[in-house]
């Protein structure tokens, strides 16, 4: 589900269908993309979003990573997406221009959820920290 937050008010904008069980959510930095982790169905589900148009459910792509995802962050220049696989116990690192798996993180500990970004001011997407 969407929503409006502007001035204060609450409006549902749409309901959209993504994959089974959807639990992690991140927003380009643009505004222009929707990130939805489906725990079940382990993919993340990519939706375009266009608020001068009225469009809000594009579906862009459906990716495969590891198993039952969580959590997503997105780097501050909204280039790559970090995906925490909880039965995986790994992170999937998603290129969000091709929107494609470019990385498998292994190990990262014992069914990792949350995830987070440092946010360093200019630095480039490969600067930041990644936390889970």
Do not use: C, H, M, W
């Not at 269908?17 to 589900?45: I, L, M």
Request: charged share 15%.
């Amino acid at each position: 589900s969407l929503f409006d937050v502007r001035g204060g008010a609450t409006t549902k904008l749409t309901e959209v269908p993504v994959g089974e069980e959807p639990n992690g959510v991140a927003v380009s930095p643009d505004g222009t993309k929707v990130y939805v982790a489906n725990t079940v169905s382990g993919t993340v589900t990519v939706l375009g979003i266009n608020r001068a148009t009225g469009s809000y459910n594009q579906l862009l792509a459906t990716i495969r990573v590891g198993t039952e995802p969580y959590g997503l962050a997105l780097t501050p220049r909204g280039r790559k997406l970090y995906v925490s696989n909880a039965r995986s116990n790994n992170v999937s690192v998603i290129d969000t221009a091709t929107n494609t798996v470019t990385k498998t993180i292994e190990n990262v500990g014992f069914e990792p959820r949350g995830i987070a970004i440092t946010n360093t001011p200019g630095a480039e997407d490969s600067a930041e920290t990644v936390y889970v």
